[in-house]
């Protein structure tokens, strides 16, 4: 059974700093990997989305990495600012179509 | 990009009550559609998946006789909390797959958030 989990569960930077975000899957069989951002209760916004054939993607300050074999992934932010604050959420596509969440690291960008 | 709706927004019932959720894809149809189920300070899971035409496939331990789930054509899937208890009380996400992108990207929506008094 697949697990995906996220370190660390919570993360707090001054303004400006560049930060990484864990993610770590158990079952390396994925389709794809994504990052999605959820504001306090808000729903998700799709960040970045890593085919299993893909060694990273980046959107601006937003760079994605995926090593499929060791089952694990990076969310690198870079100059992290006060409205990046929200929780990260990690989640990988199996054979099935679904999506399997970790639990999340909430960020919080202090000015 | 590929927009996903939720209907209501937010949501207060009576015990006792049904409520219907709608999940519509806007742009693209949707074979395929999920439903999430996210309790506070928890990650999002997996309640069922939702095929059109045919019947739902449900995660271990969802009861298919209370969350019932519908998906009559390829933008729209509903699904109905019958009989709904306080514990029922949760943020319910929608997610719907693009058939039509290679990627598999899964597309969500902005959620229900369901109240059971």
């Known amino acids: 059974k697949q697990e995906v989990t996220q370190i660390p569960a919570a993360l707090s930077v001054p303004e400006g700093e560049n930060l990484v975000l864990n993610c770590s899957f158990t079952d390396s069989a994925i389709y794809n990997l994504q990052w999605f951002r959820q504001d306090p209760g808000k729903g998700l916004t799709s960040l970045l989305l890593?085919?299993?054939?893909?060694r990273e993607q980046t959107s601006g300050r937003l760079n994605a990495s995926l090593d499929k074999s060791s089952g694990r992934s990076t969310l690198y932010i870079a100059a992290s600012q006060p409205g990046d604050s929200a929780t990260y959420l990690c989640a990988v596509q199996g054979s099935q179509g679904n999506l399997i969440f970790g639990k999340g690291t909430k960020l919080s960008v202090k000015p | 990009g590929a927009v996903v709706s939720q209907h209501p927004s937010w949501v207060i019932c009576k015990s006792g009550t049904s409520v219907k959720i709608e999940c519509r894809s806007l742009?693209?149809?949707?074979?395929?559609m999920f439903w999430y189920r996210q309790f506070p300070k928890q990650s999002l899971m997996l309640m069922a998946t939702s095929n059109e035409g045919s019947k739902a496939t449900y995660e271990q331990g969802v009861e298919k006789d209370k969350f019932l789930i519908n998906h009559a054509s390829l933008t729209l899937s509903t699904l109905t909390v019958t009989s709904a208890h306080p514990e029922d009380s949760s943020f319910y996400i929608c997610?719907?797959?693009?058939?039509?992108?290679?990627?598999?990207?899964?597309?969500f929506g902005p959620g229900t958030r369901l109240t059971v008094l």
């Open positions: 742009d693209f149809q949707a074979t395929t």
């Open positions: 997610s719907a797959r693009d058939e039509l992108a290679a990627s598999y990207e899964q597309f």
């Open positions: 890593i085919q299993s054939s893909q």
